[in-house]
């Protein structure tokens, strides 16, 4: 039996046998340059095969979508046609190289969501490749056995496109982040997971016994009797709970004491509103309004593209709360068409609502899409990374300009709109009282919070283990965040990963929070967490040293 440690862990647990991916290289990887007209049809013609491919994907999967939208970019054409006629190159040969362009642009970026989607453009370019070049598409993961771990370099969309989920048990692989597509397909197919796998590639072969821990980092090679009869008693147990779990996913969570709390839903897009609404989600806690910008090709999303957006996510979600946060970008996020120059700590420079209140133009756009599709549903508008009242005066004062404009041009607007700050930096806490006395409402955003009030970056290694949200100062920030919601009589909810955490459950009750927004796989999980609680008898006081 053999240990390995040097994934990054992502989701559930899962013991099976491996089947490791090879890929099947062309012996010829361009073909020679002919004419440059013949050379330029050729790819045209390849490029319109792959979108007809695309187009028929994409009424099934939204990732196909996205890569419809790239294969119609008239970017990759425009490199690609470049390299044909300035220098005489073939069509894959110009193909490639206006694959590596584009997705060197991406990681440039230094942005983990961005830089993911690099895999998304290999893959489109690996489809119009394979139509030149003419090769018979295979499909690798056809015959697998139930209970299979796939482990591979990299998986595409197109790849899981292949799979037989109902024979995989989990995937492995070397490259890959935690926001990449795999681990998204990974917890939305309810499988194990584990990326960025590099050094253990080497260590699995096809047909050894694996067991996976997606929540550790652990993969085990060639088991045990006794670990791997454990690991499968652990799995059992945790599949009768989640079926027990998802009978009352949409039936409210009550405490045994008999205290109604609310289980809402976090979301980056339409798709997975409604697919937290499906879930048993009684709302959205957080709605990511900067996928929309990211997703935006040629620059900031006008006015109408936000405005539709949210207006079908409002109409989803009827009378229930839906509360989208204004565009948060900067730190770990970046947008290809707006620069931000170098900053030594981008997480403590320019960002969330400093750049909106710094490009008014921006997000007056954004503002006025967020009233417009107010009337179409419970829609409030939270700004994020607040450290001061005054930050929230300006864009409350903002939001209040915009009112006035539509009302100069007749539209309609809900004008009782609430307000709210989202919680994620120290400064805030401290004036959460002030906040309180003019915001509607809070939502403590745990990720941001932590790394801030531990001073250690989440997405540095070496400090990684001190982004502990259940230390003692953060669960003072915490429970001092709730007191002053509570003393002003304004709702708090929380919609950081700490939410979804059921040993934090307990202590968070006790702190009095009412509002959990979770991803949602992990609404039905939660509801039933809070069910089994009984709140008179947690001893445990929140804040307390431990």
Known sequence: MRVLRTGIPAAGIAAGTAFVL??????????????????????????????????????????????????????????????????????ERALDGACEEVCGMLAALDDEYLGGRTDDVRDVCGRIRRILTGETAENPFAGL?????????????????LMDFSRIAGVVTARGSVTSHVCIIARAKGIAAMVGATECMLEIKTGDKLIINGETGEIIVAPDTATERRYRALIASRERHGAHCLKGAHTPAVTRGGRRIAVLGNAGSVAEVRAA??????????????????????????????????????????????????????????????????EENPFLGWRAIRVSLSMQDVFRTQLRALLRASVFGNLRIMFPMITSVGEFRRAEAAVRECMAELDAEKAAYNSGIELGVMIETPAAVMVADLL???????????????????????????????CDPSDT??????????????????????????????????????????????????????KERIRTLDLPEVRKTPGAAE
């Not at 708090?492 to 459950?505: N, S």
């Open 473 to 526: 100062a953060v669960r003072r920030s915490v429970a001092m965040t709730l007191a002053a919601a509570r003393s002003a009589g304004i709702e708090a909810g929380m919609c950081g990963e700490l939410a979804a955490d059921p040993e934090a459950t307990a202590w968070l009750l006790e702190a009095g929070l009412e509002k959990f927004s979770v991803s949602a796989p992990a609404v039905a999980p939660l």
């Open 22 to 91: 090879e890929r099947r290289v062309s012996a010829a990887p361009s073909a020679a340059p002919g004419d440059p007209a013949a050379e330029t049809a050729r790819f045209h013609a390849a490029l319109a095969q792959a979108k007809a491919e695309l187009g028929v994907l994409a009424a099934e999967n939204d990732i196909f979508a996205a890569h419809l939208e790239m294969a119609d970019d008239p970017m990759l054409a425009e490199q690609v046609e470049e390299r044909i006629s300035e220098h005489g190159f073939s069509a």
């Open 436 to 466: 309180a006395a003019e915001a509607r409402f809070f939502s403590i955003g745990t990720n941001d919070l932590t790394q801030y009030v531990m001073a250690a970056d989440r997405g540095n290694p070496r400090v990684a283990h001190l």
């Open 277 to 342: 609404l499906d879930a048993g989600a009684e709302g959205i806690g957080l709605f990511r309004s900067e996928f929309l910008y990211m997703q935006s090709r040629g620059g900031f999303p006008d006015e109408q593209t936000q405005f539709e957006a949210y207006r079908h996510a409002a109409e989803l979600c009827g009378e229930r709360p839906l509360v989208i946060r204004t565009l948060d970008i900067g730190g770990d996020k970046a947008l290809p068409y707006m620069d931000f120059g170098h």
């Open 145 to 161: 056995a139930p209970g299979t771990i796939v482990v591979a370099e990299e998986l595409t969309p197109s790849d899981t496109a």
